[in-house]
């Protein structure tokens, strides 16, 4: 079984680190692109050592150029199968390294308590609504003004801080607690610019905290379809 950690512009591994169970990294290479990797018997618990283990060899490779890091677990059956990965959408992988050379990933969440009313009018409204339906109708209204304001409040977030990223990714709504979880690619030169506009945004906007994460290799920007 071959373990893919990260696909790379660079034709040989680093040295100085090792993978999963002490395993011994190579690379594998095509005419644009590599993809370091470890020859490993069965597959990995995602144990917190495992993890950190994975993230380790994909940080260390993010200090010799741009890497496109494959999620904990990513696996072929052998190295033949990684070749054919690398031969069949080289030119894909090649343009995204381009995509992300010179910038870092930064992870931001938003938590936030909907209006009061807004959760817990859900019981009351449906008992209520085969009665003429008023609490019902308060019920959605309630929803419906936490609804404009949670979207309200996402677009001033996550449009100044997309503002200052090369691209961005982000998902509304993730929990009833969790307001917004966003991605941003940055120049690696622009990280404090954007942790002061969090700063800004956490301190003006009193019904939110916002909590930023990073910098880290750019997972949210790997194109799509990559074995992962």
């Not at 209006?115 to 209520?128: I, K, R, S």
């Not at 959605?140 to 449009?159: F, Y």
Request: with cysteine.
């Amino acid at each position: 079984m071959v373990y893919l950690y990260a696909v790379t512009d660079r034709q040989a591994a680093p040295t100085g680190v090792l993978g999963l169970n002490e395993s011994r990294l190579r690379a594998i290479p095509d005419d644009r692109v590599a993809v370091v990797v470890s020859d490993l018997e069965a597959p990995v618990e995602p144990t917190e050592a495992a993890l950190w283990r994975h993230e380790g060899v994909v940080e260390e490779l993010m200090h010799h150029g741009p890497v496109l890091p494959m999620r904990f677990g990513s696996t072929v059956p052998d190295e033949a199968a990684a070749r054919r990965m690398l031969h069949e959408r080289g030119g894909e992988l090649s343009a995204g390294l381009d995509r992300v050379r010179g910038a870092v990933e930064l992870g931001v969440r938003v938590l936030w308590e909907a209006p009061t009313g807004a959760q817990g009018a859900l019981v009351e409204g449906e008992e209520a609504a085969g009665a003429g339906g008023g609490a019902g109708t308060t019920y959605l209204m309630r929803r419906l003004g936490a609804s404009r304001r949670s979207h309200s409040l996402a677009d001033d977030i996550h449009a100044p801080l997309a503002r200052l990223a090369r691209s961005s990714t982000r998902r509304l709504l993730v929990t009833p607690r969790l307001l917004l979880s966003g991605a941003y690619l940055l120049e690696e030169g622009a990280t404090e610019d954007f942790r002061a506009c969090v700063a800004e945004l956490d301190e003006r906007l009193e019904e939110v905290a916002i909590l930023c994460t990073g910098p880290w290799p750019p997972y949210s920007f790997v194109p799509s379809g990559t074995v992962r």
